[in-house]
């Protein structure tokens, strides 16, 4: 297929050195760009991997990496972990060897940890008392949060559902642009714009009428 006489190129020469890089770097170039405009199948083709290959890239390498990120935090942390480990045994077995000697002592102690304890036992129950009454506090509070967050949730979900009809009259209305301008590329001064079907959502009767009946328990 021919040059299309009417394709013109008024950058490239002001941008020599970065054309030089893109071509080096990503084999991108005037020449496989204007074969493609021209519908060489080889070139459209060549770009269409090339774009393939770059959603491929997107797509994984955010999960490759952190796959191999979290394989070597995780064998960093085992191994951290096996010297703590090894490092506490240690100290634990100079503490048994220590605590050996120390079993008569303990013994003479033994009355002085019954007072202890019981002294304990009673401070133990009034902060168990105080723990319990803040508990209830905590949650009374938090089944009020709760009630009050299900009320907006429910709120945001009838948003959600009554805002459909909207959204997709948005994505026809681009989608009606889109097939408009083909059509007329397609076409010129033949085209007949009626003959592109267009949907109407947001203006639908039914839709007029739940959206009023909406409004009123706002």
């Not at 941008?15 to 074969?35: H, P, Q």
């Not at 009626?194 to 959502?201: A, D, G």
């Amino acid at each position: 297929m021919k040059a299309s006489k009417y394709v013109r190129d008024h950058v490239s020469t002001y941008g020599k050195n970065i054309k030089k890089a893109t071509d080096a770097k990503f084999g991108i170039n005037n020449s496989l760009i204007m074969r493609a405009v021209n519908g060489d199948e080889k070139a459209l083709q060549e770009i269409g991997d090339l774009g393939k290959t770059g959603q491929r890239l997107a797509m994984a390498m955010p999960t490759i990496r952190d796959n191999l990120k979290a394989y070597i935090e995780g064998t960093t942390e085992y191994n951290q972990a096996l010297a703590d480990i090894y490092k506490t045994g240690g100290k634990g077995a100079v503490a048994i060897d220590k605590v050996a000697g120390e079993v008569s002592l303990e013994d003479t102690k033994y009355n002085h940890l019954i007072e202890e304890y019981k002294t304990k036992l009673f401070a133990q129950l009034e902060a168990e008392y105080q723990r319990h009454d803040d508990a209830l506090d905590v949650i009374e509070l938090q089944a009020w949060i709760d009630a009050q967050m299900k009320t907006v949730d429910a709120q945001a979900n009838l948003e959600s559902i009554t805002n459909k009809p909207f959204l997709a009259q948005m994505r026809e209305d681009e989608k009606y642009e889109e097939q408009k301008i083909k059509h007329m590329l397609e076409h010129g001064s033949d085209s007949d714009l009626s003959l592109i079907p267009k949907k109407e959502y947001s203006t639908n009767p039914l839709v007029k009428a739940w959206n009023e009946i909406r409004d009123l328990f706002r």
